[in-house]
């Protein structure tokens, strides 16, 4: 049975307070970190953020970026270990479901940017979306994010957790972060084979495995 995906209600806030208690301390050693972790595990979702910048400028890229990393930390902070590298194909297939779910809303484009949310992702990540909703107007309301910024990058944050929703749950599964780990320890050349035999290793299974 697949795993899932659910980022709960306390993930959520748990992550935002330890956003707002890095950027109230301004440990920038620590924010460094946090950017050089994400950069290691998901270059693809990086990149896929940092094409905002590319075509909208700098503060419009940041924005993207933020959210992006923010999806990112609640997914880590409920998963941790377990959480997979999105691909590029992760990204690409979940940006087509976000598009195709919001260009089902009616009147689109008249809605306020923060109403403006793909319904499977709200139904599969609800508590995520509804803070991502609240940040978002939010930002808007207060000139953060200009409106016509916000409709860029608000869609990129869904995105984000589509992709990360299916990697988790497999539905379309990312890259193993983890070393695989072994279900039997490792057998020397010179002990017993694991089967009986009385047989060494190398003398007994061990000359298949070679």
């Keep these: 049975m697949p795993p899932v995906a659910l980022i709960t209600a306390e993930v959520v806030t748990a992550t935002i307070d330890h956003f707002t208690s890095l950027d109230q301390s301004g440990d920038k050693g620590a924010m460094t970190d946090l950017a050089k972790r994400i950069g ?15 075509t909208h400028g700098d503060a419009l890229g940041e924005a993207a970026v933020f959210y992006g990393t923010l999806v990112w930390a609640m997914f880590d902070r409920g998963f941790a270990k377990k959480l997979p590298r999105l691909l590029p194909q992760n990204l690409t297939d979940a940006q ?13 484009a ?4 923060h109403e403006r949310v793909a319904a499977g992702v709200r139904e599969r990540q609800p508590h ?6 609240e940040l978002m107007e939010e930002d808007v309301r207060e000139n953060a994010i200009p409106a016509e910024g916000a409709a ?20 379309r599964p990312g890259q193993n972060l983890n070393p695989i780990v072994r279900e039997e ?22 000359t298949e495995a070679a």
């Design 40 to 54: 290691k595990e998901q270059p693809a979702l990086l990149s896929h953020a940092a094409r905002v910048k590319t």
């Design 96 to 108: 087509k479901i976000v598009d195709d779910e919001l260009a089902a809303i009616p009147d689109l």
């Design 110 to 113: 008249e809605k306020p940017v």
């Design 128 to 133: 995520l979306v509804a803070k991502l909703v």
């Design 152 to 171: 860029i990058v608000f869609p990129l944050s869904q995105v984000v957790v589509e992709a990360f929703d299916a990697a988790y749950s497999h539905r």
């Design 185 to 206: 320890p490792k057998v020397g050349r010179n002990d017993p084979c694991p089967c009986g035999s009385g047989k060494k290793w190398k003398r007994c299974h061990g």
